[in-house]
């Protein structure tokens, strides 16, 4: 048996060397998947290569206008505000905020998780953090209002009157425990 240890080294270098020259050989893969697809006629392959444009060009006609926004709320919004709506002393006056700024959040989770991390960096509590994140996937006003047009207000109403309040026990619990160990998110690189 081959000990890769000794062959490879400790080197955090070569570590990431290997991570960079595996995450090459994947995109090359799958960019030769996709233009074999064309070549052969391979529908479901064709597929792949259609939803990868469309959803990239949605996120491209999303994202610069949300960095924007969310570089001006960093400036603009003072941390002593989100401190104390959103903070650790908010209690569930802050979950139920979480949810209100979620619910008007345009974009989905591409939005949400750089939002979650401002506000992270702002000074908000890490349960309310996770609520936001979590009411951000669930109940949105444009995805409700969707929602409703297809399979009626009565089943909208119940969906949020019994996912909102389950995300927010699990995000106090979540954030409580998480507090208590010492999280904390890291700095982007």
């Known amino acids: 048996m ?13 570590r990431k060397a290997i991570s ?10 799958y960019i030769l998947f996709l233009l074999f ?6 529908e479901p392959g064709e597929r792949i290569a259609f939803n990868l444009v469309y959803f990239s060009l949605e996120m491209l006609k999303i994202l610069p206008f949300a960095f924007i926004l ?17 903070g650790s002393k908010s209690g569930l ?7 209100l700024l979620a619910g008007t959040t ?20 890490l349960g309310v953090i996770f609520t936001y994140i979590g009411a951000s996937a669930i109940c949105r006003v444009p995805m409700t209002i969707f929602e409703a047009s297809f399979l009626g207000v009565k089943f909208s109403v119940i969906r949020i009157c019994t996912s909102v309040p389950m995300v927010i026990v699990s995000s ?18």
């Open 2 to 14: 081959v000990n890769w240890y000794i062959f490879w080294g400790d080197s955090t270098v070569k």
């Open 20 to 29: 960079h020259a595996c995450n090459i050989t994947c995109l090359v893969a």
């Open 37 to 42: 697809s064309f070549i052969k006629g391979f």
């Open 70 to 86: 969310i570089g001006l709320f960093e400036v603009w919004v003072k941390k002593e505000t989100i401190e104390k709506h959103l």
């Open 93 to 99: 006056r802050g979950h139920l905020n979480g949810v």
């Open 106 to 125: 345009v974009g989905g989770l591409y939005v949400a998780f750089p939002v979650a991390y401002s506000l992270y960096k702002k000074g908000a509590d």
């Open 172 to 189: 106090m619990l979540l954030g409580k425990f998480l507090t208590k160990r010492g999280y904390a998110i890291k700095e982007g690189k």
